[in-house]
């Protein structure tokens, strides 16, 4: 049975996740082998599939853990007792922080989605999807009780929103002009701007 912890008592899997996470950004995931994934966490082969199948599931849990986070940070958001354009502008600026939070994890996602295998795949679709579908549901509210606009319809308008998300990996850099709050706050005054009636 494998250890859980190294000997400065961090869990293997996180371990795993680091290593394979900074190797996935600095090489690319098709050119990262298991053996330099293990060599870097300081652990077997035999850990690895311990707790991981695959290098294939150590990718999609790579994108997984944060869109977990994202998830319950919008849900907390959605069912906040709040006017709906306070939710939408805390759950717009969110993803936008969270993103910039985990770059590489954002930027190696989309970059190597298309390797994860078809139940994978058909699974990080399906997390995606409900994730997108509780954001449009807050500007169908919205639109609903004509706090926002119809003029657009809300399928448009959340992808209008998450396609300057998914692109902050080629663009933002932690040393530029704007932190992740100013970057937050200007794409969500930019996404409540274009659904004022």
Known sequence: MPRTTSGDGTPVPQRLLAAATRLFAEQGYDRTSVQEIVEAAGVTKGALYHYFGS????????????????????????????????????????????TI??????????????????????????????????????????????????????????????????HLSTWYRPDGTMDAREVADHLADLLLRALRP
Do not use: C, W
């Open 55 to 98: 290098k294939d599931d150590l990718l999609h849990e790579v994108y997984a853990r944060v869109l977990r986070v994202q998830q319950e940070r919008l849900d907390a958001f959605a069912d906040a007792d709040e006017p709906v354009e306070e939710r939408l502008r805390a759950a717009a600026a969110d993803v936008v922080v969270t």
């Open 101 to 166: 939070e985990n770059l590489d994890d954002a930027m190696i996602f989309f970059r190597s989605m298309h390797h994860l295998g078809p139940e994978k795949n058909k699974q990080v679709r399906a997390e995606r999807r409900r994730y997108h579908e509780r954001f449009r549901a807050l500007v169908e509210e919205g639109q609903e009780t004509g706090v926002f606009s119809t003029a657009t319809p809300a399928d448009l308008v959340v992808d209008y929103h998450f396609g300057s998300v998914h």
